[in-house]
């Protein structure tokens, strides 16, 4: 047996085609121009090339593009002022604060100042509440990304056992509340379980979320369960040469070549989970330009 592998980059592309064919609607229909603003603060290299891309995606997609740099020097007064002005920009209609940010800085006191109807992050408090309290909301990308490839790939996901492992409020937290929507039965585990392994091979639907590198081994997962990889982590290159001149390679919280044997269906690193984060970004960006104007939304 050997899994299916889930192409998220295949997945991916086709959902941005979607958005970019809703985005020419709405300006077409009503002149309506969904706009995507990302702050960045401070000059970490993965944050700046993961918002270039994010730039280049939303264009690509026919949507306005704006990307406020700051200083890391810059205070929380002036970064919350920043997030303000976006906030009563009517050309805006979704705001992102690329994460981390300096240590200087409250995470807590910029989620506090995006406006709720412009968090296409969907990490405002008032959107966690919405999606706990299963009302309409922005809800965040990954998990959002990750259900999106579970439907496609297993079709109904009503009565599946689900397990999350990792508790995070950007994913394990979201994610369980998506699946709970979508009628699994939920296991939130993280690192106090209790025999973790056992608790992992009880699920139909593993999401590994743990940060962790190749933690989930083949004897952890049950035969034929469908495997969601959402771990980016760097590890030493293969080759020992490569490795000892500091090169590194990226791999998941699954390892997946033995993984692969066991499960029904798996997720890549890279090329599964990530691609769709960004493709979901700008959906809800157009999920949001349309309810911030009354406008029904053409992607439903």
Partial sequence: MSAEVIDGKAQAERLRVEVAAAAAELKAKHGLVPGLAVVLVGEDPASAIYVRSKGEQTHAAG????????????????????????????????????????????????????SPDKDVDGLTVINAGRLASGLPGLFPCTPNGCLIL??????????????????SNLMGK??????????????????????????????????AAVGRAEMIKADWVKPGAAVIDVGINRVPA??????????????????????????????????????????CLLRNTVQAACRLNGIDNPLG
């Fill in 174 to 207: 979201p994610m369980a509340q998506l699946l709970l929507q979508a009628d699994c039965t939920v296991t939130i585990a993280h690192s106090r379980t209790r025999d973790l392994p056992a608790v992992c091979r009880e699920a139909d639907i593993l999401v």
């Fill in 238 to 279: 293969r080759d020992p040469e490569a490795a000892a001149a500091g090169k590194t390679r990226v791999v998941g919280d699954v390892a997946f070549e033995e993984v692969k044997a066991v499960a029904g269906w798996i997720t890549p690193v890279p090329g599964g989970v990530g691609p769709m984060t960004i493709a």
């Fill in 63 to 114: 949507m306005h593009s704006v990307t406020l740099k700051l200083p890391a020097s810059a205070s929380q007064a002036e970064v919350l002022a920043a997030v303000e002005t976006l906030n009563e920009d009517p050309a805006i209609h979704g705001i992102l604060v690329q994460f981390p940010v300096p240590d200087h800085i409250s995470q807590a006191a910029i989620l506090a100042t995006i």
């Fill in 150 to 167: 579970l439907r496609n790939a297993l079709g109904e996901l009503g009565g599946k056992r689900a397990v999350i492992v990792g508790r």
